[in-house]
């Protein structure tokens, strides 16, 4: 399952991540706030994301992409693995991070993606 291996890889270079096993998916969260999810068993990834940037990727990809839910001004979309490839998930993966880390976190990583 390498769509969960690369989320995982990507997570990790990014400063304060914490990823949390809850079984069946695994959360992850900086500085106690959560801004993704894996699902191991379907081999996808909930990521937040502006609700903008949510339906413009449901509405050009609906193959790949999905609407999970909105909260809060946010709009989290539903990523098929299979179909996306390393460097989009790490722009998507790192847009989900700066929309949930503190400003110092942001601070510190600037406008580096990971790789």
Known sequence: MSG????????????????????RYVK???????????WEPTVTVGLKQTIAEQLA????RPD???VQFTA???GWVVAHL???ERDELAELVFEAWRLTAPAAL???????LPR
């Open 82 to 84: 299979e179909h996306v």
């Open 28 to 38: 992850l969260s900086v500085a106690g706030r959560t801004f993704g999810y894996v």
């Open 106 to 112: 942001l601070e510190e990583r600037g406008e580096v």
């Open 72 to 74: 809060g001004g946010f």
């Open 57 to 60: 990727l449901v509405a050009m």
């Open 64 to 66: 790949v992409f999905e």
């Open 4 to 23: 969960t291996v690369d989320v995982v890889e990507l997570v990790d270079q990014l400063p304060g991540t914490v990823r949390s096993d809850h079984g």
